[in-house]
């Protein structure tokens, strides 16, 4: 087949997997083109569908919908065995019962390949991977790494168009993982094949990729090269998925002016004056100085060294932000923090979901604004339980310590009551922003925490007014993370 | 520590000792002595001149190899489907395969005759046929079960491979999903070969009067013949010694091949 320099090796149209023995929907209208010869990483957490789109790109899986083409060509219902696509296994897959050999050899046997140009591609493949002489070992002689190096030849030996790559290197020790990572990137180049790898680990993602697909819940969330993604992320979730950041949920103020994380700030993205957005700061644009000089003041809550720079956590009210410097800064100090415009990330939030965090206080219950919140450690983080001497473990055993987990939680618009009786609900603030959408008003709540919340409701308060927020618990979404 | 826990394998010892080493001493003993106490080697000489004992070895061997043929070739497709389809309800289905196994030996080929009584008329017509059918039933569920372990423990990965790197549903199977699943095959032929070369329990009961091994070692010692009887007995001992032996190498080094797999 003809192909040009620049056509899309590969297409995936609107493709939705949805799994027929549980109704779980793993991927939902994805789209995706990709070029001859580029190197694409699909990258998000466990459970984002990454994998089952591999699969479904190898053949494994049959898409419930959509299209997936090869060179412009439907391949969509098309067996494995007939597509020019070979795949690098997870956990490798290599044969126990065949030597390297064997291994190797294995498909171009299954296209009747002549015996001594077999043998003359698995030596040449071999001295690829660095392997040279390991024709007759055993699998289980070879090391890890050397496990993947096989795998990698005996799908590299096919010479297939598209080479698939199902977290390859997860499997091996960092220093292991680094040089396999610079040896695929070198391959990759040298053999001029598509590359479409699968990783959760965003730094690899980084380092490797001309093209990555940030994926979420089985949805596409971003697709740009690796400096679009950390420059530039779209949303909050790849935000907060690439590289370290702060992120703020706030409201602009007024022309290229946005308040969030207990300041006003100036930025460069120009959206309308009273607009709900999220704000994404890395944390090597912040840049600390004296408390008189800052635009926001906050105290160094903790301080850990990294080798290259300094990892400091900075208590700003109820914001926390983390900021990277060369330059040291004592723990319970106050200092003052300084962002420049082109340092500061305006995202419309997609949806006004409100989210703030809580803590666990000393009895080991949820608090929020001194106030506890109805619901108990063990719903928060699931499978886990309290021991008898009343040390809290997760689902697999391990050790919780409740003051060092951070809990947060997510709340929607219309599941908020608005109340004038101060104490009725977990915070008050006063009315800052109030747009009638039809059937209802949209409230923005600059709360006493220096935080803004949305908040649905069909009545008209006034602005100004000062609100109390009731939020009934069984509207919460928790999510948790280690601090 | 270690005295406490090698302590707890002492009154397997003294089982090993008193019902497995001492029988097996006698055993040598008889075997190789005549009715009066003095050493020969005739008992063996006569085991290998005697046209009828030959005989007999060669229909246990045929039983034997039919009743595991037969049994092998219901229960791969069986344990393949069990072990590769995707139902709900597998730990059901290898349920009932082994629940025959819970009813009574004696009852089951009992409930058996019967009904081959019915289809066949007369049994004495087809003995070595109903004797098969009788161990295929009787040990069916020793060769599915180690078939069907060894099938489901295979990693989905590897035939995941096989297709990948362009091997047909059929390539797949019979390049990387049987050569792997040996090692079961082998510890079920065991299990249904060896038990099937003695059993004539079976035999007696499906009104076949034709000797097998354990017949004839039984009808030694009805004849107050030990010795020979004993003799017999030790051949078959190494006769299954030396099965295991050759079959035991190989499912070693099939494990060694299969790494961590098997």
Redesign the interface.
């Known amino acids: 087949m003809k192909t040009m320099e620049n056509e899309n090796i590969i297409e995936l149209k609107h493709v939705t997997k949805v799994f027929a023995?549980d109704g779980y929907k793993a991927v939902s209208d994805f789209n995706l083109e990709v070029k001859r010869g580029e190197f694409v990483t699909f990258l998000g957490p466990s459970g984002c569908g990454k994998t089952t789109t591999l699969r479904m790109i190898?053949?494994?899986d049959i898409p419930s919908s959509g299209e997936i083409l090869l060179n412009g060509s439907p391949i969509t219902d098309l067996?494995?065995?007939k597509r020019p696509?070979?795949?690098v296994?997870?956990?490798y897959?290599?044969?126990?019962?065949m030597n390297i050999h064997d291994n190797i050899a294995?498909?171009l046997r299954?296209?009747k390949t002549p015996k001594d140009v077999i043998d003359r591609k698995v030596r040449h493949v071999l001295d690829l991977v660095d392997l040279a002489g390991f024709e007759n070992r055993?699998?289980?002689t070879l090391s890890g790494g050397q496990q993947q190096r096989i795998a990698i030849a005996?799908?590299l030996v096919?010479e297939p168009e598209i080479l698939l790559l199902d977290e390859p290197l997860g499997a091996l020790d960092l220093k292991m993982r680094q040089e396999m990572q610079i040896e695929l990137k070198d391959m990759h180049d040298k053999l001029g094949i598509t590359f479409i790898y699968v990783t959760h680990d965003q730094e690899e993602a980084l380092t490797m990729s001309d093209k990555i697909v940030v994926m979420s819940e089985g949805k596409v969330q971003q697709i740009g090269t690796p400096e679009d993604i950390y420059n530039e992320p779209k949303n909050a979730f790849v935000a907060d998925f690439i590289g370290e950041s702060n992120i703020f949920n706030g409201i602009m103020t007024g022309k290229m002016k946005a308040r969030f994380g207990g300041g006003e700030f100036t930025c460069v993205d120009d959206v309308a004056e009273g607009t709900h957005i999220t704000a994404v700061v890395r944390p090597e644009d912040i840049t600390l100085t004296d408390p008189e000089h800052g635009m926001v003041r906050g105290e160094v809550t903790s301080v850990i060294f990294k080798g290259i720079h300094y990892e400091i956590t900075v208590q700003s009210g109820k914001n926390e932000y983390v900021v990277q410097s060369i330059k040291n800064a004592k723990v319970g100090s106050t200092v003052g923090m300084v962002i420049e415009p082109d340092g500061i990330h305006i995202m419309l939030a997609e949806d006004h979901t409100n989210i703030f965090f809580a803590d666990f206080n000393e009895k080991f219950r949820l608090a929020y604004n001194g106030k506890e919140i109805p619901t108990s450690v063990t719903r928060i983080i699931p499978g886990s339980r309290r021991l008898e001497d009343g040390t809290l473990v997760d689902a697999a055993g391990e050790t919780v310590n409740p003051e060092r987990i951070r809990v947060k939680i997510a709340i929607r618009p219309e599941d908020i009551e608005m109340s004038d009786d101060a104490d009725a609900g977990l915070v008050e603030g006063n009315i800052a922003n109030l747009i009638y959408t039809g059937d209802h008003y949209s409230y923005v709540i600059h709360t006493d925490l220096e935080q803004d919340f949305v908040v649905n409701d069909e009545y008209l308060w006034n602005m100004g007014d000062r609100v109390s927020l009731i939020m009934p618990v069984d509207k919460m979404t928790f999510t948790y993370s280690r601090k | 520590m270690k005295f406490s826990r090698k302590s707890l394998g002492i009154p397997y010892l003294v089982f090993l000792v008193l019902f497995v080493v001492l029988p097996l001493i006698v055993l040598f003993w008889y075997a190789f002595t005549d009715g009066t106490g003095h050493f020969t080697v005739t008992n063996f000489t006569g085991f290998f001149t005697d046209p009828n004992a030959l005989g007999t070895l060669l229909y246990s061997f045929a039983i034997a190899a039919v009743t595991t043929a037969v049994c092998l070739l219901l229960a791969y497709p069986t344990a393949y489907f069990l072990a590769t389809s995707?139902l709900k309800s597998k730990s059901v289905i290898v349920m009932i395969f082994v629940m025959p196994m819970w009813i009574n030996f004696s009852l089951r080929i009992t409930a058996l005759k019967e009904v081959l009584t019915v289809i066949e008329g007369n049994l004495a017509m087809h003995p070595f046929l109903n004797s098969v059918i009788g161990m295929t039933y009787d040990f069916l569920p020793f060769m599915i079960l180690p078939i069907y372990t060894t099938i489901s423990r295979l990693?989905g990965?590897?035939t995941?491979?096989?297709?990948?790197?362009?091997?047909?549903p059929r390539?797949t199977f019979l390049?990387?999903t049987l050569?792997?699943s040996v090692p079961g095959i082998i510890s079920g032929v065991s299990m249904v070969f060896l038990p099937a070369m003695t059993n004539y329990v079976v035999l007696d009961m499906l009104y076949n009067s034709t000797y097998i091994m354990g017949s004839l070692i039984g009808s030694y010692f009805a004849a107050y013949n030990w010795n020979g009887g004993s003799m017999i007995a030790l051949i078959l001992l190494a006769i299954i010694c030396l099965f295991t032996l050759l079959t035991g190498d190989d499912g070693e080094e099939?494990a060694?091949?299969?790494?961590?797999?098997?």
């Open positions: 023995d190898a053949g494994f067996p494995p065995y696509i070979n795949t296994f997870q956990r897959a290599l044969f126990p019962h294995y498909g299954q296209k055993r699998v289980s005996r799908a096919n | 995707r990693d990965a590897l995941e491979a096989a297709m990948d790197l362009g091997a047909d390539t390049t990387v050569p792997l099939d060694q091949r299969g790494g961590a797999l098997l």
